[in-house]
C-alpha cells in the first residue's frame, strides 16, 4: 500500500518561501505523476501542480509564477517551494499521487497545515 | 479554467435515505470527472474515476454517471459513515480544478 508523508515547517512569515517535502513509502516514485494541492481552512480544494519522476512538471497558472516542484528519485521524494507568501497561502497542504495519467489522484498523504504570519 | 459547479453545497438526509448530488462543468471534459469523500481533519478519498468507475475498496452503494456535461454522485441508502463533504474533480483539461463541495449531515 502506498503511502505518502507531508513534512515542513508550520509556520511561514509573509513575503518568505513555504516548503514542503512528500516523503512516498510502500511503492516507487517512478513511472507515476505526483501532484500538490491544498486547502485553505474551511474552503474548498486548490491544485497547485504536479512532477512526472523524469522531472517534468505542469503548475496551476494563478500559482506558477511562485511555484517550483522538484524530485529526489534515490529518496523517493518529491517537494514544493512556494515563494513570496502571504496570508491567502494558508492552507492544508496535501501530496498526492495521481492515478491513470493523473485524470485523478488515488493515494493521499495526511496534509500539513501551513500558516503564513509574522 | 473549467468551472465545476455542485449542487447542493449541503444537504441533510437520514440513514437509509438516497441521496444525489450534481456536478456541472462549464464545458466538455469527456468522461475525467471523479469524486472524493472528505470528513474533517482527513484528505480526501476517491470514490469514483471515469465519471463512473467505482474506486477499488469503496462500497457498491456509491455510483456515479454521466449525462453530457453534467455528472451525479449517488449514495443508496445512506450510512452513518457517510456523512462527510463530497467533492468533484475534473482532469480532462489543465489546470485540475474541483467542484465547490457538497456537505452532508445528518438529519
Known amino acids: 500500500q502506498v503511502q505518502l508523508q507531508e513534512s515542513g515547517p508550520g509556520l511561514v512569515k509573509p513575503s518568505e518561501t513555504l516548503s514542503l517535502t512528500c516523503t512516498v513509502s510502500?511503492?516507487?516514485?517512478?513511472?507515476?505523476?505526483w501532484n500538490w494541492i491544498r486547502q485553505p481552512p474551511e474552503k474548498g480544494l486548490q491544485w497547485i501542480g504536479y512532477?512526472?519522476?523524469?522531472?517534468?512538471?505542469n503548475y496551476n497558472p494563478s500559482l506558477r509564477s511562485r511555484v517550483t516542484i522538484s524530485v529526489d528519485t534515490s529518496k523517493n521524494q518529491f517537494s514544493l517551494k512556494l515563494a513570496s507568501v502571504t496570508a491567502a497561502d494558508t492552507a492544508v497542504y496535501f501530496c498526492?499521487?495521481?492515478?491513470?495519467?493523473?485524470?485523478?489522484?488515488?493515494?493521499w498523504g495526511q496534509g500539513s497545515l501551513v500558516t503564513v504570519s509574522s | 479554467d473549467i468551472q465545476l459547479t455542485q449542487t447542493p453545497s449541503f444537504l441533510s438526509s437520514s440513514v437509509g435515505d438516497r441521496v444525489t448530488i450534481t456536478c456541472r462543468a462549464s464545458q466538455g471534459i469527456n468522461s475525467y470527472l471523479a469524486w472524493y469523500q472528505q470528513k474533517p481533519g482527513r484528505a480526501p478519498k476517491l470514490l469514483i474515476y471515469g465519471a463512473s468507475t467505482l474506486q477499488s475498496g469503496v462500497p457498491s452503494s456509491f455510483s456515479g454517471s454521466r449525462y453530457g456535461t453534467e455528472f451525479t454522485l449517488t449514495i443508496n441508502s445512506l450510512q452513518p459513515e457517510d456523512f462527510a463533504t463530497y467533492y468533484c474533480?475534473?482532469?480532462?483539461?489543465?489546470?485540475?480544478?474541483f467542484g465547490g463541495g457538497t456537505k452532508v449531515e445528518i438529519k
Open positions: 474533480q475534473q482532469g480532462n483539461t489543465f489546470p485540475v480544478t
Open positions: 498526492a499521487r495521481g492515478h491513470y495519467g493523473n485524470a485523478e489522484f488515488d493515494f
Open positions: 512532477i512526472y519522476y523524469t522531472g517534468n512538471t
Open positions: 510502500g511503492g516507487s516514485i517512478n513511472n507515476n505523476y
